[in-house]
């Protein structure tokens, strides 16, 4: 009884924990600055670390946002000033004499828009909390207030629910937070209604798009999740754009996407069709990553970096299933799904990577893998190799199953077992695999998950009523194994093909083509070759260091039209059969059946 008493003392000393307060006063947008203020209640602790996200949900890269923090400050409960150091390049200390609430105040510079972290203008504010807001780990779980104190033209807009007021918002924790971006500013919002669930398209910037018939395609996509997923995991959903003149990309989040075009990338058919189905990829992410994720993404840790082999998984398959969607939602024709297909198996012919990084090393490397020449010869891209490797295993449980089981079958069951707060490895999906075909996936998954998949596209097409074959009136031309751009009056190398002519031949990236065969090389690398035979000799003089050099190579032998994916004019019955339960409609030649 003594011992129970004793308790009920030590609780009743320190009243229930209240939310945690966030403030943002937009202060001069014109120069990218806030003010930040945050009230964490009352601890009891020697010292309360503070910490800023190193980087955010959605990207798998190191951003180092802290370097926008400055005028940090802390106080206690009666507004005195509280000693406190940084302990590391995004974490503050503040100590404690006393158990008391803990408000801190700091500056934030805002103009990193297209890593979609943080943006002050004198028209808008983007907040994703990694980049603005920092937290503490003994409060993370707590519930939040989050307060924008903005112009009185603005409006604010947010997955997260209102608090009160239009510029007020609450969360449970700081993790909901996090995913959760805000889009305050002069801008349009569209509200509808699809099977009783609320959602808002809310447009910054002027652009060439077409809102009549973004809401209606977005209208049509939202109905799809049901063609995979058993339940919505959400109420509201949210689509933010950004018509800019330069940032672009997206991010997926907890309810609602941010995406972000160039303001005149979006009348052209090719470019609405970008626009749409990155729409569709970040809604897919509403299930794959956000309600579901790899075991070294649960929880996120925001201030190191979160390893797992499965980001192919997260980021490929979403990118695969986007097309399935579309197609299926009617807002894409075939053709116009061959046409990206067609150029996302090209894209990988042609990158030399393939064949040295499987999909499972380059999701751990996702971290660290920075793209450019080097990387297209020695890395893989968890988003296109992803992808293609996603439909060599959807056609294969197809095939295997006559139409009966499919790769969504998969992120079904991922999304009903191993939904947050749990998560799943490699394991589990092949023990989901093994469950739904009835055969063991093993082998599979060390030839192509663990080792560099090769891609047999005739004879995976082959099994759907598909062709990969170049176009009519393409011809042998001569080819150089690389990609030049133009620096100023000359064409720089910005990638050499490794183990192509051009690397053979000793050239790098950053060489400055001159001449070849004494030929001055023209303002594209395509008119100068079209000088020339496939298998001619060539003297290449280039410029390097800033001086004179040559080379000798031989020219390859290149088509002059890139293979397209076609469909078959005459697929069987089963080829009918596997591609309606491939795409979800029917051949588009359905009907003219070959015997």
Not at 301 to 319: F, H
């Amino acid at each position: 009884m003594k011992k129970i008493c004793s308790l009920l003392f030590a609780l009743s000393a320190f009243p229930a924990l209240s939310d945690v307060e966030y403030t943002l006063k937009i202060t001069q947008p014109e120069h990218h600055l806030g003010e930040v203020e945050i009230t964490f209640p009352k601890s009891a602790q020697a010292h309360l670390d503070i910490k800023l996200a190193d980087w955010r949900t959605g990207r798998y890269e190191i951003l180092n946002l802290a370097n926008g923090i400055r005028a940090f400050d802390a106080n206690d409960a009666e507004g005195r000033e509280l000693t406190w150091h940084k302990i590391d390049k995004s974490t503050w200390r503040v100590h404690l004499d006393s158990p008391t609430e803990v408000t801190v105040n700091y500056q934030v510079y805002a103009n990193e828009l297209g890593l979609r972290a943080r943006h002050i203008d004198d028209s808008h504010a983007f907040v994703d909390a990694s980049g603005f807001f920092m937290f503490s780990e003994s409060f993370r779980n707590e519930p939040l207030t989050v307060e924008m104190q903005v112009p009185g033209q603005w409006r604010s807009v947010s997955g997260m629910d209102f608090a009160g007021s239009e510029h007020r918002f609450s969360a449970a924790n700081f993790d909901v937070l996090v995913d959760s971006p805000i889009e305050s500013g002069i801008n349009q919002l569209h509200k509808f209604r699809v099977d009783g669930r609320d959602y808002e398209l809310v447009i910054w910037g002027e652009g060439n798009y077409d809102v009549d018939l973004m809401l209606s395609d977005l209208k049509k996509l939202v109905k799809t999740g049901s063609l995979i997923w058993q339940n919505y995991p959400y109420e509201r959903y949210v689509f933010m754009v950004h018509a800019t003149s330069g940032a672009r990309g997206a991010t997926e989040h907890l309810n609602s996407t941010i995406i972000q075009r160039h303001r005149d990338a979006f009348a052209k058919r090719d470019d609405y069709i970008g626009f749409i189905a990155t729409a569709a990829h970040e809604f897919i992410h509403t299930w794959n990553v956000k309600n579901y994720r790899p075991a070294g993404l649960v929880p996120y840790d925001y201030v190191n970096p979160n390893y797992s082999d499965l980001l192919w998984l997260a980021e490929g398959s979403t990118s695969y299933l986007e097309d399935f969607l579309l197609l299926s939602a009617g807002i894409i024709t075939h053709e116009e799904y061959y046409q990206g297909l067609s150029k996302r198996i090209n894209r990988h012919l042609k990158t030399p990577g393939r064949e040295i990084q499987s999909v499972a090393q380059t999701s751990f490397d996702k971290w660290i893998n920075q793209g450019g020449d080097h990387g297209k010869n020695f890395s893989t891209n968890i988003y296109s190799e992803g992808a293609l490797v996603s439909m060599m295993l959807d056609i294969k449980l197809l095939d295997d199953s006559d139409g009966k089981v499919s790769y969504r079958d998969v992120h079904a069951l991922l999304a009903k077992r191993h939904a947050l707060p749990n998560s799943f490895n490699s394991q589990d999906v092949l023990d989901i695999l093994t469950e739904i075909s009835g055969q063991d996936h093993t082998q599979w998954w060390a030839k192509n998950i663990d080792t560099p998949f090769i891609l047999d596209v005739d004879a995976l097409f082959e099994k759907v009523g598909l062709t990969y074959q170049y176009p009519a009136g393409s011809e042998v031309i001569a080819g150089f194994d690389g990609q030049a751009k133009s620096n100023g009056e000359l064409l720089e190398l910005s990638h050499v093909a490794r183990n192509g002519n051009a690397w053979q031949a000793g050239l790098t990236s950053g060489d400055k083509l001159v001449a070849l065969n004494k030929h001055q090389v023209r303002n594209t690398l395509d008119k100068t070759l079209a000088l020339f035979e496939p298998g001619q000799k060539v003297v290449v003089d280039f410029i390097r260091r800033d001086k004179l050099m040559s080379t000798e190579l031989t020219l390859s032998e290149v088509q002059s039209k890139p293979k397209q994916v076609t469909a078959l004019l005459q697929p069987t019955q089963r080829q009918q059969m596997l591609y309606r339960a491939w795409m979800g409609v029917a051949h588009p030649n359905a009907g003219q059946t070959s015997q």
